[in-house]
C-alpha cells in the first residue's frame, strides 16, 4: 500500500510538472505572436485575451497529458531501476504487476479524463474562441476610428480612409493572387458600413458609389498575353463579402471549422444519419483514439524507462519526446489524408494504438518473466 501511494505520488507530481511545462510551451508557441498583434496593433482588453489563452488549455491537454504522464514513467522509473529498487521490491517477493498497479489505474483514469476533454470540454472551448475572435474583428478590425487604416487580409488588403459615426468613407479594397501577388480586381467607394453576419460566417461591408476594376488579359496572334484592365464598372450601392475565416486566418493559425465545434454526440448523429463522409469519421475516431494514449504509454513507459534505467531528468525528457513524436505522428498523418477516403484516414487514428499497446503490453509481459 505504500509502495502504491508513493509510485502515485511521485508520477503524479512529474505529470503535473510536465505537462503545465509542455502546455506553457504549446500556447506560447501557437498563440503568443497573434496575442502580442492584438495587445500591439489594437486595443483589445486584457481579459478577452486572457479568455483566448484560456480555451486553448483543453485542447492542449489532449496531448500534453499523455506527454507528460510518459515523461513522469520515464522519470520515476528510470530512477528506481537505476537505484536498484525495483531489484529491492522483487526480493522482498514484490512482483512488477503489483508495483505498477497503481500506473495502470491512473493511465485509465486519465484516458477518461481524456475522453471528456475530446468529446464535450473541447469543442466548447474552440466555439467561444470562435465568439471572442468574432467580437475582436467586430470590435477592432473595421469598428477602428484610426484613420488612413490599412487592413491586410489574406488575398486581399483594405484601405479606409475615415470611420464617422459607424460610417465608413474613402473605402479602397484591393484583391490579389497570392501565388504571383498580382493584382487582380480593385474596389472603390465613397462610403459603406459594416453588417456582421454571424450565422453564416460573413461580414459584409454595403458600399456606396462604387467603382469596381478587374484584371482581364488580350490575346494577340504573335504576341504574347498582355495584362490589361477592363473599363471601369459603377454602382450606386453593392455589397462586398468577406469570409470570417480569411479573419480568423489573419488572427490565428488555429483552423475553425464547424467539424472542430461539434461535440462527438454531434459527430455520431451525422454518421448514423448515412451521409457518411471521411471527415466525419476520421474526426469521429480520432477523438475516441487518442483519449487512450495515456493507457497505451501505460504500457509502453514502464519497460522503456526499465530497460533504460537512466535517472537523468534530460534522458527522462528525451525519451518521452521520442516516443510520444512517434505516437502522435499516426494522427498527424490521418489528419492530412482525411480528405481522401480511399486510404481510410479513420483506420490511421488506431495504428497508434495497434502498435504500441501490445508491443508495450509484450515488453512489460518478458520484464515481467525475468
Avoid at 514513467?73 to 528510470?78: A, H
Avoid at 531489484?87 to 517477493?93: A, E, I, K, R
Avoid at 496572334?221 to 495584362?227: I, L, P
Wanted: aromatic letters at 10%; one cysteine or more; glycine letters at 6%.
Amino acid at each position: 500500500m505504500l509502495i502504491d501511494r508513493f509510485i502515485a505520488r511521485e508520477v503524479l507530481t512529474f505529470t503535473a510538472m510536465s505537462a503545465a511545462t509542455l502546455s506553457f510551451v504549446l500556447v506560447l508557441g501557437n498563440v503568443f505572436r497573434e496575442v502580442c498583434e492584438l495587445l500591439v496593433n489594437h486595443r483589445i482588453p486584457l481579459r478577452a485575451i486572457l479568455e483566448f489563452v484560456a480555451c486553448t488549455a483543453p485542447f492542449c491537454l489532449t496531448y500534453t497529458l499523455p506527454w507528460g504522464f510518459l515523461t513522469a514513467l520515464f522519470l520515476v522509473f528510470g530512477r528506481m531501476a537505476a537505484d536498484r529498487e525495483l531489484l529491492v521490491l522483487h526480493s522482498n517477493g514484490m512482483h512488477i504487476w503489483r508495483v505498477c498497479r497503481s500506473v495502470f489505474s491512473m493511465g485509465l483514469a486519465f484516458s477518461l479524463l481524456c475522453l471528456w476533454i475530446n468529446a464535450e470540454i473541447n469543442p466548447l472551448a474552440r466555439e467561444r474562441m470562435k465568439t471572442i475572435l468574432h467580437d475582436i474583428a467586430i470590435k477592432t478590425l473595421l469598428n477602428d476610428t484610426a484613420t488612413h487604416r490599412i487592413v491586410r487580409l489574406p488575398g486581399k488588403i483594405i484601405y479606409i480612409g475615415a470611420q464617422e459615426a459607424g460610417k465608413l468613407h474613402n473605402v479602397q479594397i484591393f484583391e490579389y493572387d497570392d501565388e504571383d501577388s498580382q493584382l487582380e480586381r480593385t474596389v472603390v467607394a465613397q462610403n459603406g458600413w459594416l453588417e456582421s453576419l454571424q450565422a453564416s460566417d460573413e461580414l459584409v461591408i454595403h458600399l456606396e458609389n462604387v467603382k469596381s476594376d478587374e484584371r482581364g488579359s488580350s490575346d494577340d496572334d504573335d504576341e504574347e498575353s498582355v495584362v490589361s484592365f477592363h473599363p471601369s464598372i459603377s454602382a450606386q450601392e453593392t455589397s462586398y463579402n468577406i469570409s470570417f475565416f480569411d479573419i480568423l486566418r489573419k488572427y490565428s493559425s488555429t483552423n475553425y471549422k464547424s467539424l472542430d465545434i461539434r461535440i462527438l454526440r454531434e459527430l455520431k448523429a451525422d454518421l448514423e444519419t448515412g451521409e457518411i463522409h471521411s471527415i466525419f469519421l476520421t474526426e469521429f475516431n480520432k477523438r475516441i483514439s487518442l483519449s487512450l494514449a495515456c493507457l497505451a504509454f501505460a504500457f509502453m513507459g514502464v519497460p522503456i524507462a526499465i530497460l533504460f534505467h537512466r535517472k537523468e531528468t534530460t534522458v527522462g525528457f528525451g525519451l518521452g519526446l521520442g516516443v510520444a513524436c512517434s505516437y502522435f505522428a499516426f494522427f498527424m498523418v490521418a489528419d492530412n489524408w482525411r480528405d481522401h477516403p480511399a486510404i481510410h484516414p479513420e483506420i490511421l487514428t488506431w495504428l497508434g494504438n495497434i502498435v504500441f499497446i501490445p508491443a508495450g503490453g509484450t515488453l512489460f509481459w518478458r520484464l515481467a518473466k525475468r
